[in-house]
């Protein structure tokens, strides 16, 4: 793969990655794992996997 195809693939995902490193810098708001994770999962109605000690090794 070529550099040039690499950055076309990347270019986006950099760019929110800024974004979001911009608003980080604005607003004192931080959020933890779980409050991410858990507000992903809602939407979906999945358990954690670690609810149910499916992947106990990595909590």
Do not use: C, W
């Amino acid at each position: 793969m070529t550099l040039d195809i690499y950055e076309s693939l990347t270019e986006s995902i950099e760019a929110k990655l800024d974004a979001a490193d911009i608003q980080a810098e604005e607003i004192s708001e931080r959020l933890s794992h779980d409050d991410v994770f858990d507000a992903v999962r809602a939407p979906t109605n999945l358990p954690s996997p670690f609810s149910k000690g499916i992947l106990p090794i990595l909590r």
